[in-house]
């Protein structure tokens, strides 16, 4: 089954500054990658997906990147405010297949 | 738009008892929907994939006789956990996606389950 790996566990940045969290997957057949934000003893929000037939997508100040080739995605939050503090989960799936897979997780903590 | 309503939010009960949950799809129809089981600082981990109308689908090592769900309609699963233990206390999610395949899932806020 896919396997998705997620880098680093924990990062800190200064408030303003940029954030990228990446993530790899194992499984070439996969073709949708959402990331979602979980904030303390809520559910998932989904912030962003990307589908493998294009190669960026930006919402503001997220943006999500996939390198087909490599089998990795990152997400980027740019002008991090201390409201982007939260764990950020990337997941991965195929075609006909709405079962998620999920990374470990990101704690993403932003210092005022 | 797309939103998922999980209820209760937070459950405290004694070991032995039976708790119900209930994930809703308020604005979109779902014929699936997925449980997640997620414990302290680490990842959602899949449960069952829940079809309106059949039977769900288990992943390895979950008890489907623990763990029953039913997905009457198309905006309604239910997750019960049956004679609960302290070792089922949890955080339990669902999510919903829209029809199709890999349409976006939208997941409720969870609901914290603890056995006394």
């Known amino acids: 089954g896919e396997n998705v790996e997620q880098h680093p566990s924990t990062l800190s940045v200064q408030e303003g500054d940029s954030a990228v969290i990446k993530c790899t997957y194992s499984d070439s057949a996969s073709n949708y990658f959402p990331w979602y934000k979980q904030e303390l003893g809520k559910g998932p929000q989904l912030i962003i997906d990307i589908r493998s037939n294009v190669g960026e997508k930006k919402d503001q100040r997220i943006a999500v990147t996939l390198n087909k080739t490599a089998k990795h995605f990152s997400l980027h939050i740019t002008e991090t405010q201390p409201e982007d503090s939260a764990v950020y989960f990337c997941a991965a799936s195929s075609y006909g297949n709405n079962r998620l897979a999920f990374g470990k997780g990101n704690q993403v903590v932003v210092i005022p | 738009g797309a939103v998922v309503s999980q209820h209760p939010s937070w459950v405290i009960c004694k070991s032995g008892t039976s708790v119900k949950i209930e994930c809703r799809s308020l604005d979109f129809q779902a014929t699936t929907m997925f449980w997640y089981r997620q414990f302290p600082k680490q990842s959602l981990m899949l449960m069952a994939t829940?079809?309106?109308?059949?039977?769900?689908?288990?992943e390895q090592g979950v008890e489907k006789d623990k763990f029953l769900i039913n997905h009457a309609s198309l905006t309604l699963s239910t997750l019960t956990v049956t004679s609960a233990h302290p070792e089922d206390s949890s955080f339990y999610i669902c999510s919903a996606g829209g029809q199709g395949t890999n349409q976006p899932q939208h997941f409720g806020d969870g609901t914290r389950l603890s056995i006394l």
């Open positions: 829940s079809n309106e109308g059949s039977k769900a689908t288990y």
